[in-house]
């Protein structure tokens, strides 16, 4: 029973780092910023907010616009997930295929030929990039571009994510700029920067060293526990690395400083 427990508990915890980890790369994809006088316009679409506990993406799974028979499904940040109304089409073999159809990419666009829904792919979360909708305006949102990667094709879906804070608006439009590259417009709370001002930047260098430092810091505390916690066995506090060196290091210091002191005087 014991045994049980345990590994139930080593699942759970497997689970969570799991979980963390997607959540930190779906974050990463959809963070922005950029230096624009003297404050810093910084944008994390994917962080939650108030009424949208997952930023920018479609609690649906996806979003979807149709515009002279022509129909678009998308998802910012992450791939899409169809609960429902899944994309009826013929071609979805780069996109789930057609038992999963829309559930491989993060954008699927379809067109009518012959009577029929013929569907391409034109985005991945992978091949994602950011910028200013204005660039002498950052307050106004970001244009969050995806292409499809393939090199048969060069497709791409561009959605400007423009700043709402009355919540979300759209899309609503759907533009063909070439070929195979579209774009629509998405009003959304998330496409409003957070705003940093630089004031008092000679301090700049030394706080992003800091942060750098503790990051690392952190990363071998948690790659250490994990280690030593399935690999070692180890429990408790003692999964932590070379324990006995941090408890000690406070009296360390101070013998330093005492010796220091006695030194001087």
């Keep these: 029973m014991a045994i049980r427990d345990d590994y139930m508990r080593k699942c759970v915890l497997l689970l969570t780092i799991l979980y963390l980890m997607k959540f930190d790369s779906v974050v990463s994809v959809c963070q922005f910023g950029v230096l624009h ?44 997930v169809f609960n429902h109304d899944p994309p009826g089409c013929y071609g979805c073999q780069d996109c789930g295929g057609s038992s999963h159809c829309g559930m491989g990419c993060s954008a699927l666009i379809a067109n009518q030929l012959g009577g029929y829904y013929i569907c391409t792919t034109i985005g991945r979360s992978s091949n994602t990039n950011i910028n200013l909708i204005d660039e002498k305006n950052p307050s106004m ?25 009355n919540g979300l608006q759209g899309p609503n439009s759907l ?51 994990v280690y030593r916690y399935f690999h070692l066995g180890v429990r408790g506090l003692h999964v932590i690395p070379n324990l006995e060196v941090w408890l000690a290091l406070p009296h360390r210091v101070q013998v330093c400083i005492s010796h220091e002191f006695w030194y001087e005087t």
């Excluded at 930023?55 to 996806?62: A, R």
């Excluded at 979003?63 to 998308?74: D, Q």
């Excluded at 499809?148 to 497709?155: E, K």
């Excluded at 700049?204 to 690392?216: K, R």
């Design 37 to 80: 006088g003297n404050n810093l316009y910084n944008f994390s679409l994917a962080s939650p907010i108030s009424n949208y506990p997952h930023g920018v993406l479609s609690e649906d799974g996806f979003y979807k616009v149709a515009e002279n028979g022509t129909v678009l499904w998308f998802q910012l940040c992450d791939g899409m």
């Design 141 to 165: 949102g970001v244009t969050v571009r995806m292409s499809s990667g393939s090199r048969l094709t060069n497709c791409s879906l561009s959605v400007s994510v423009v700043c709402d804070s």
């Design 175 to 225: 533009d063909r700029l070439g070929t195979c590259e579209y774009s629509t417009v998405l009003r959304h709370p998330s496409g409003c920067a957070k705003i940093i001002s630089r004031h008092g930047r000679g301090w700049g260098w030394f706080s992003t060293l800091l942060i750098i430092l503790l990051c690392l810091f952190a990363g071998y505390l948690v790659g250490g526990a």
